[in-house]
């Protein structure tokens, strides 16, 4: 059973920044992917950012240059500061860990980007 807990979402203006975290917890392998996702209402849930065990990151498009994912391997833990924020980021932030077995899902995080 593996546990993912976000946090640091939040209301923010746009333009402004927020830093979100995700702890992992449980039968967590050495081998694992760890990413971000978002989903806006009406939406399907996207690819936000992910991170390799090996500190190999991948952006969606739409964030490059604007997010950052990071994690820290001895802690479980992976980051996504997220600056420049408009409107179009306005969604729900999902932790995911992909890892032998299958992938798994935190409960969420919501983002508000004001106008």
């Known amino acids: 059973q593996v546990q993912l807990v976000e946090s640091g979402g939040g209301l923010v203006q746009a333009g402004g920044s927020l830093r979100l975290s995700c702890a992992a917890a449980?039968?967590?392998?050495?081998?694992?992917?760890m990413g971000w996702y978002r989903q806006a209402p009406g939406k399907q849930r996207e690819l936000v950012a992910r991170i390799t065990s090996s500190m190999i990151t991948g952006y969606a498009d739409s964030v490059k240059g604007r997010f950052i994912i990071s994690r820290d391997n001895a802690k479980n833990m992976v980051y996504l500061q997220m600056n420049s924020l408009s409107s179009e980021d306005t969604a729900v932030y999902y932790c995911?860990?992909?890892?032998?077995?299958?992938?798994?899902w935190g409960q969420g995080t919501q983002v508000i980007v004001s106008s």
């Open positions: 449980g039968s967590i392998s050495g081998i694992k992917v």
């Open positions: 995911s860990l992909t890892q032998f077995g299958g992938t798994h």
